[in-house]
């Protein structure tokens, strides 16, 4: 039995994130390495009003994730998976050696940057709890049109979907979802189309960007968002990295394939534990702890018990 660490992506930042992490020698290094990297104090970017930026966001979710995955190898956490949902697969690849901290600052925002370039309003993301993928994807044909785009986006659980588009389309799916019988159909924190053909334009800028990126292949087994399938080389990482922002993520299928190999504690990065929820409903034998709501000392002893 083994660990994984998960992180989290867009759409669970809270205010003070940065702020509340552990007092640690390895989150303090790396909070100073992502301020030297920006040029500016990674703290200033975790206010209520810093986080109404779509790149705020994704930068203190790449520091955060990291600094305590750091923090825990320090303190003998080792994990023999690591996987990232959106933009948390960055903070994956930074942890499993693939791309050095600096560049994946500077690739995280680009990705942010442009994202917000493209669709500076009247797009974002939405959750579809209680139908199949297959429902979910029924629906979203029925709305698309070409001038009011809407695809389906993130399978996070077998009935928990995530859309992708158009806030008017969006809105036309969520009220058929109602009425088809889903429990919950709700808007995310997300401001832009994210993994959907739209942004398109970014996985491409990413692909040639990552290409002149020293990349190494992963010391820890990485599961990747688009597949859900694991990835043992820096190509194979880098494309994942690239094209999963215009691309469905297969988020429980990528947790699926931790699962089966064994692992039986799945730790959350901060700040959420969204992802921990996830877990517990669809692998009740693993043990899942978003590490916001305790303590490294007790994360070390929970893995050293294994």
Same mark, same amino acid.
């Given at each position: 039995?083994?660990?994984?660490?998960?992180?989290?992506?867009?759409?669970? &930042? /809270?205010?003070?994130?940065?702020?509340?992490?552990?007092?640690?020698?390895?989150? =303090?290094?790396?909070?100073?390495?992502? $301020?030297? #990297?920006?040029?500016? *104090? %990674?703290?200033?970017?975790?206010?209520?009003e810093a986080l109404q930026s779509t790149v705020s966001v994704q930068l203190a979710l790449l520091a955060s994730g990291v600094a305590v995955a750091r923090a825990l190898i320090e303190?003998?956490?080792?994990?023999?998976? %690591?996987?990232? !949902?959106?933009?948390?697969?960055?903070?994956?690849? /930074?942890?499993?050696?693939?791309? *050095?901290?600096?560049?994946?600052?500077?690739?995280? +925002?680009?990705?942010? @940057?442009?994202? %917000?370039?493209?669709?500076? =309003?009247?797009?974002?993301?939405?959750?579809?709890?209680?139908?199949?993928?297959?429902?979910?994807? !029924?629906?979203?044909?029925?709305?698309?049109?070409?001038? *009011?785009?809407?695809?389906?986006?993130?399978?996070?659980?077998?009935? &928990?979907?995530? !859309?992708?588009?158009?806030?008017?389309?969006?809105?036309?799916?969520?009220?058929?979802?109602?009425?088809?019988?889903?429990?919950?159909?709700?808007?995310?924190?997300?401001?832009?189309?994210?993994? #959907?053909?739209?942004?398109?334009?970014?996985?491409?800028?990413?692909?040639?960007?990552? &290409?002149?990126?020293?990349? &190494? *292949?992963?010391?820890?087994?990485?599961?990747?968002?688009?597949?859900? +399938?694991?990835?043992?080389?820096?190509?194979? !990482? =880098?494309?994942?990295?690239?094209?999963?922002?215009?691309?469905?993520?297969?988020?429980?299928?990528?947790?699926?394939?931790?699962? @089966?190999?064994? #692992?039986?504690?799945?730790?959350?990065?901060?700040?959420?534990?969204?992802?921990? @929820?996830?877990?517990?409903?669809?692998?009740?034998? /693993?043990?899942?702890?978003?590490? /916001?709501? $305790?303590?490294? @000392?007790? %994360?070390? +002893?929970?893995?050293?018990?294994?």
């Amino acid at each position: 039995m083994s660990v994984a660490f998960l992180f989290p992506g867009q759409g669970s &930042q /809270v205010p003070g994130m940065l702020h509340a992490l552990p007092d640690h020698a390895a989150v =303090a290094r790396t909070l100073n390495e992502v $301020t030297e #990297c920006l040029g500016q *104090n %990674v703290l200033e970017l975790d206010s209520v009003e810093a986080l109404q930026s779509t790149v705020s966001v994704q930068l203190a979710l790449l520091a955060s994730g990291v600094a305590v995955a750091r923090a825990l190898i320090e303190d003998g956490v080792e994990p023999e998976a %690591v996987t990232g !949902i959106s933009a948390g697969a960055f903070s994956a690849a /930074v942890t499993a050696d693939v791309l *050095n901290l600096a560049d994946g600052v500077n690739l995280v +925002r680009q990705r942010a @940057e442009m994202m %917000v370039e493209l669709y500076p =309003a009247g797009y974002g993301l939405a959750a579809i709890v209680g139908l199949t993928e297959k429902q979910v994807s !029924i629906l979203v044909k029925e709305v698309y049109a070409e001038q *009011n785009p809407v695809y389906v986006a993130n399978i996070n659980a077998p009935r &928990q979907i995530v !859309i992708s588009g158009a806030n008017d389309a969006i809105s036309e799916v969520l009220e058929a979802a109602l009425k088809s019988g889903a429990r919950k159909a709700a808007r995310l924190d997300v401001s832009e189309p994210s993994h #959907c053909p739209l942004l398109a334009p970014v996985a491409d800028a990413l692909r040639k960007s990552l &290409q002149k990126t020293h990349l &190494q *292949n992963p010391k820890m087994l990485y599961v990747g968002n688009v597949t859900g +399938r694991a990835l043992r080389s820096a190509n194979a !990482i =880098a494309e994942d990295l690239a094209t999963n922002i215009a691309h469905g993520v297969r988020w429980h299928d990528a947790t699926t394939v931790v699962e @089966e190999l064994g #692992c039986r504690l799945f730790l959350e990065m901060p700040p959420s534990h969204v992802l921990s @929820e996830l877990a517990r409903q669809a692998f009740p034998d /693993v043990r899942t702890v978003p590490v /916001v709501e $305790t303590s490294l @000392e007790h %994360v070390a +002893r929970l893995a050293g018990q294994l």
